[in-house]
């Protein structure tokens, strides 16, 4: 006979922390993908990492630069960005508060759990980046969503009164998952509703380098009234085409750099050296190469644009950076049985809802694909809306 199978209870249960972002979590995993599928749903540049960066890798390995950093990152590096966000911010930026962290994501997580504690009050726009909600449940904090005007910039008449009390508001710019810019004035108003509160500021500016507005690019840490309260996320992912890579850095007030480098050094040491050194060349020696993506990006948003207009029943958004577009559509099915229904036509897309229950009623496309991918993922998208219907 075979061994009679029996199942044990957990020997030690698992931390809240884990329940409330369970329960917190809009965050959805896309089914394993087929060599059929066309992919629009990856908010992943498809271009290689440019060729300077991945031989100073290899260049930095060579000369067995191989052994743990300083666990701030290394100060070339630190020095390169301090004089590349002193000409962003307006302002001197010293190199000792900046934290090179694993990534854009890990800045995130040691940000906001180095600010928030348990009952903190923090507001997100809706819809926003996912992984802010669930950072936030990790810390244990309350998570305040405010609706975005019909033009998905801020309501800023909803955003005061939810900011009251607040501390902290996280937002990112351009914006994922609408591609939205918020402009200069927008920032400036922020910064009025702030004046005189003791709130803190993310302000998550990974696409910064993609901007098709043809205005100077705002960021948070140009405007007075906001600059002295933020923490500044930056990524080497999206502008370099990084993403694999796992490296990204912080700047802010030196009190919560401190407080961030404690929790990043806690959760993850310090970042490879020699990745580092990519990086580094990446800031000395990629201007060109982001130039050229960014065009192509601009491009191909505009490929997109075209091919959904024809389809009906979609109302289009007006991304101004980034690479995503977030159409609305008329069915009235939740955005998780429309995503499924779309990828057994063979395109993936993600559903609106997982950025925020505002997102509801949206797709998130993502047109960091190749045009061919592009053209033939909207067919794939049209076929399976008119299906729906």
């Given at each position: 006979m075979p061994p009679t199978i029996t199942t044990q209870p957990p020997l030690f249960g698992t931390a809240d922390a884990v329940a409330r972002i369970a329960a917190a979590s809009r965050r959805t995993q896309q089914p394993q993908s087929r060599s059929d599928l066309v992919s629009l749903a990856m908010g992943e540049p498809d271009f290689d990492t440019p060729q300077k960066v991945t031989?100073?890798?290899?260049?930095?390995?060579?000369?067995?630069?191989?052994?743990?950093?300083?666990?701030?990152?290394?100060?070339?590096?630190?020095?390169?960005?301090?004089?590349?966000?002193?000409?962003?911010?307006?302002?001197?930026?010293?190199?000792?508060?900046?934290?090179?962290?694993?990534?854009?994501?890990?800045?995130?997580?040691?940000?906001?759990?180095?600010?928030?504690?348990?009952?903190?009050?923090?507001?997100?726009?809706?819809?926003?980046?996912?992984?802010?909600?669930?950072?936030?449940?990790?810390?244990?904090?309350?998570?305040?969503?405010?609706?975005?005007a019909p033009d998905l910039h801020w309501d800023l008449d909803r955003l005061a009164d939810a900011l009251t009390g607040a501390k902290l508001f996280v937002f990112c710019n351009p914006v994922n998952p609408t591609g939205i810019v918020h402009s200069r004035e927008e920032l400036a108003a922020l910064a009025d509703l702030l004046d005189s509160t003791p709130t803190l500021v993310i302000a998550?500016?990974?696409?910064?380098?993609?901007?098709?507005?043809?205005?100077?690019?705002?960021?948070?840490?140009?405007?007075?009234?906001?600059?002295?309260?933020?923490?500044?996320?930056q990524t080497f992912s999206k502008s370099y085409a990084?993403?694999?890579?796992?490296?990204g850095y912080l700047w802010g007030p030196a009190a919560l750099i401190q407080a961030s480098a404690r929790i990043h050094n806690t959760f993850n040491g310090s970042v490879n050296t020699f990745i580092q050194d990519a990086a580094l060349a990446a800031v000395n020696s990629c201007d060109e190469d982001v130039a050229r993506m960014r065009a192509a990006y601009q491009e191909r948003g505009e490929?997109?644009?075209?091919?959904?207009?024809?389809?009906?029943?979609?109302?289009?958004?007006?991304?101004?950076?980034?690479?995503?577009?977030?159409?609305?559509?008329?069915?009235?099915?939740?955005?998780?049985?429309?995503?499924?229904?779309?990828?057994?036509?063979g395109v993936a897309v993600r559903p609106g809802s997982e950025f925020g229950a505002q997102g509801e009623g949206h797709l998130r496309l993502s047109y960091a694909a190749s045009p061919q991918s592009i053209t033939e993922g909207i067919r794939r998208l049209a076929n399976g809306l008119s299906a729906l219907r």
């Open positions: 031989e100073a890798a290899e260049a930095s390995l060579r000369t067995g630069r191989t052994h743990y950093s300083p666990l701030l990152g290394e100060p070339a590096l630190r020095e390169a960005l301090a004089t590349k966000l002193t000409a962003t911010a307006g302002a001197p930026v010293s190199a000792s508060d900046i934290l090179i962290t694993q990534g854009g994501t890990a800045g995130l997580a040691a940000s906001i759990l180095g600010i928030v504690n348990p009952g903190d009050k923090v507001v997100v726009p809706d819809p926003t980046y996912s992984l802010y909600g669930d950072l936030v449940a990790m810390a244990g904090g309350t998570v305040v969503p405010v609706p975005l998550d500016e990974a696409y910064a380098d993609l901007d098709y507005t043809g205005r100077p690019f705002t960021s948070a840490i140009s405007v007075d009234g906001l600059r002295e309260r933020t923490v500044y996320c990084m993403t694999g890579w796992r490296v490929i997109m644009r075209r091919e959904l207009a024809t389809i009906p029943g979609l109302t289009l958004s007006a991304p101004e950076g980034a690479f995503y577009q977030f159409p609305r559509y008329d069915l009235d099915l939740p955005s998780v049985e429309v995503v499924a229904a779309l990828r057994a036509q």
